[in-house]
């Protein structure tokens, strides 16, 4: 559907193709409109709710990372500075859409359905962590770097195959561009034309290696023409950007047009995970030039400029998003875990060589509280 | 009845269940044109479609992987690896996708996923085309690893392998695809899963072995037999779940134990075999239990396999060895 003030959305893919050289911008970073063209049709209600799932995300993700400090959670993969991707996401995605997450895409994760208590149970040891009941057709994170790709294209044949116009959202950082999977799910889906949406999260570092060593390829959305797909370059911080490229890419996959591979340019302002100390391989000059780029700045400073903000909500808001997260977390703290439950669902039935190990298991833990 | 091979059950289990349920999918390196290397899949794709039936690009890890998110979208995509040597650029699917899936979701998502591959050796084929490495899947927590001896057994554990909810790795002897015939029913039978099969009943000694080497320990029986061995033989059919009761309850009876399987001996399957005996049927032992695995080296190409592979005179010198211990 295009109207006369915008252009279509799929010749987005062509106009910005991969080989054009072209990174799809429209916010500059202050957040003033550069591409008034390209400006995603959206309300002012949308783009509120947009800055609002962004601030949730950042706030939950800095709590995260407090409670691992604190000693409370175990290791926990930041994701400051790559907020706007997922929302975005979250904002074109359909309930009956999939969701083939790798691990660093909260807001992505919350804009499905999943809960801040999943996440929390997740990174604080619990597998419940990864049954994700509020978040329908979603996968659990895949930490083996990019193989849940193929998983992505094996669900975009199943969509096809039963009928379905539910597509498929996917995602891997600009490490896992080198991986065996990821040319393997893109050549699976090209050929099978599925309706599958590959998102790049180049944030420039697979832990300390750069993303210029990662590839001598001028880009990761070029990769996409050895498949015979749209690739397309996005300005990953650019909120307004993120969603015309991703609302193309959607329209082009429901359409049974095939898959599309949208490398979304960010930066992982914090560390790999809690473990990682990035001071290692990268310079403060470098962290602040990216900062100037952080998203939430820009999309706020748009909506301030359209006077659809008020800066005085920031604070209660921020302070009420709080008190729901600490609850959740404290849910987490409370969840009980069953020993039985490390055997009892790798099979649909247990085998009975595994249930004599539960079994022995259990003798071994009475005798112990035997003896005290 | 029919008389079949261990190729034409196999074709027949998968015809029988591509048309009882849509959700069924084969699918492979030239599995749909060209029937599959060995013809196993000769004639699906014309009765069932390409979209249900079809070739796929040259690459493991993407069959496998694509399965994976086929599986939990609801289909039983049923794949093939060309061989068994060719399927290690999958195994951080299999690992770390297909077998823990079920586990990490406590149950919301399971892998109803079979994975065929022909295994095993003495048909004089190239490099790779003769491992044995059935123990590595069974290393694996969440799988099930099936091994048929028999066209009727290929046909029942298939058919029981594509219903299982659980991933099953399903090996298929090369070796016996077109070296045996027997009467197999028509339609739809299946054989349980996780249990074992007593193929003769004897006195002296229990041989526990699966696979092509079942037909060799029966020849080396015949050898038992004329020097008043009495052999039981069981055939182990899955290789996981274990069929602990079956083993061990000839184990007490007879007081001997021999396995007699392919692979490397060194944390192979006789390992876990003698382990079970061990455990449970110690106080009935009259010989140390006994393995007669692979050597701990790479099968040897064609002009050297007759020294790796187990003949029917090695098995009955080590049955003889400890009947007379």
Redesign the interface.
């Given at each position: 559907m295009s109207s006369s003030k915008t252009k279509s959305k799929t010749a987005l893919l062509e106009e910005y193709g991969a080989l054009s050289g072209k990174m799809l911008q429209i916010l500059d970073y202050e957040g003033r409109v550069i591409l008034a063209e390209r400006l995603p049709k959206l309300s002012p209600e949308e783009m509120v709710t947009a800055y609002q799932n962004m601030l949730y995300a950042r706030t939950a993700d800095q709590m995260a990372v407090s409670y691992q400090r604190q000693g409370r959670m175990y290791t926990y993969p930041p994701n400051l500075g790559q907020e706007a991707i997922g929302v975005a996401v979250g904002s074109v995605m359909r309930e009956d859409d999939?969701l083939?997450p790798a691990y660093r895409e909260l807001s992505a994760w919350l804009a499905k359905g999943a809960s801040m208590k999943d996440i929390f149970l997740y990174f604080g040891g619990h597998?419940?962590g990864?049954?994700?009941?509020g978040a329908k057709n979603m996968?659990?994170s895949?930490?083996?770097i990019a193989?849940q790709?193929?998983?992505?294209?094996?669900?975009?044949?199943?969509?096809k195959?039963?009928g379905k116009k539910d597509i498929v959202f996917t995602f891997v950082g600009d490490g896992g561009t080198s991986q065996?999977?990821f040319h393997?799910?893109l050549?699976?889906a090209g050929?099978w034309r599925a309706p599958v949406v590959f998102i790049i999260q180049n944030n420039q570092y697979a832990i300390s290696h750069p993303r210029a060593h990662q590839t001598a390829a001028k880009s990761l959305a070029v990769k996409a023409e050895g498949y015979g797909i749209p690739g397309i370059q996005v300005d990953g911080n650019d909120y307004l950007a993120m969603v015309a490229a991703v609302k193309a890419a959607a329209e082009h996959a429901r359409a049974g047009q095939g898959p599309v591979l949208i490398e979304a340019v960010t930066y992982r302002r914090g560390a790999h995970t809690t473990s990682d100390d990035p001071g290692r391989y990268r310079t403060e000059a470098e962290e602040q030039k990216w900062a100037e780029r952080d998203p939430l700045k820009r999309l706020k400073g748009y909506l301030l400029a359209q006077q659809l903000w008020d800066e005085t909500n920031e604070e209660p808001l921020i302070s009420q998003y709080k008190k729901e997260i600490d609850q959740q977390f404290t849910e987490m703290e409370n969840h009980p875990y069953d020993f039985k439950?490390i055997f009892i669902?790798?099979?649909?039935e247990i085998?009975?060589?595994?249930k004599q190990q539960m079994v022995a298991y259990e003798k071994f833990l009475n005798w112990k509280e035997s003896q005290q | 009845m029919k008389i079949m091979n261990m190729v034409q059950a196999v074709n027949d289990a998968l015809d029988i269940m591509l048309a009882q349920d849509g959700k069924v999918?084969v699918f492979g390196e030239d599995v749909g044109v060209e029937g599959g290397v060995f013809r196993v899949t000769e004639g699906l794709q014309q009765k069932y479609g390409e979209?249900r039936v079809f070739d796929?690009?040259l690459?493991e890890?993407?069959i496998?992987?694509?399965?994976?998110?086929?599986?939990?979208?609801?289909?039983r995509?049923v794949v093939e690896m060309q061989f068994s040597g060719f399927v290690y650029?999958a195994f951080?699917?299999i690992i770390?996708?297909v077998a823990r899936m079920?586990?990490?979701?406590?149950?919301?998502?399971?892998i109803p996923m079979v994975i065929r591959m022909p295994y095993g050796g003495f048909i004089r084929a190239i490099e790779h085309h003769s491992e044995s490495m059935e123990a590595l899947f069974v290393h694996i927590?969440?799988l099930?690893v099936v091994i048929p001896s028999t066209p009727y057994d290929a046909k029942g554990l298939l058919v029981a392998a594509i219903e299982?909810?659980?991933p099953v790795i399903f090996m298929e002897p090369k070796r016996l695809y077109r070296a045996i015939k027997q009467e197999v029913p028509d339609g739809k039978f299946t054989i349980p899963l996780?249990k074992a099969k007593v193929l003769a009943t004897g006195e002296h000694i229990t041989v526990v072995s699966y696979g092509a080497l079942v037909r060799e320990v029966q020849k080396a029986m015949s050898l038992a037999k004329k020097t008043g061995i009495s052999v039981e033989l069981i055939d182990l059919r899955s290789i996981?779940?274990?069929d602990?009761?079956t083993i061990t309850r000839s184990v007490q009876k007879t007081g001997r134990f021999l396995s007699v399987t392919e692979g490397p001996r060194t944390a192979g399957v006789g390992a876990e075999l003698m382990s079970i005996v061990n455990e449970d049927a110690f106080l009935s032992l009259e010989a140390p239990p006994t393995r007669l695995a692979g050597f701990d080296t790479v099968p040897p190409l064609a002009q050297g396999e007759h020294h790796y592979h187990h003949s029917p005179e090695r098995i009955f010198y080590e049955i003889k060895k400890l009947v007379e211990y």
């Open positions: 999939w083939v597998e419940d990864s049954v994700l009941a996968l659990p895949a930490v083996p193989s790709l193929p998983h992505a294209a094996g669900i975009g044949y199943a969509m195959y039963q065996g999977d393997e799910a050549n699976f050929v439950d669902h790798h099979y649909t085998p009975d060589d595994l | 999918l979209d796929t690009p690459a890890s993407g496998v992987g694509t399965a994976v998110g086929m599986a939990v979208a609801g289909l995509p650029p951080n699917q770390s996708h079920r586990n990490r979701t406590r149950g919301r998502y399971s927590p969440g099930k299982s909810d659980d996780g996981y779940p274990i602990r009761e």
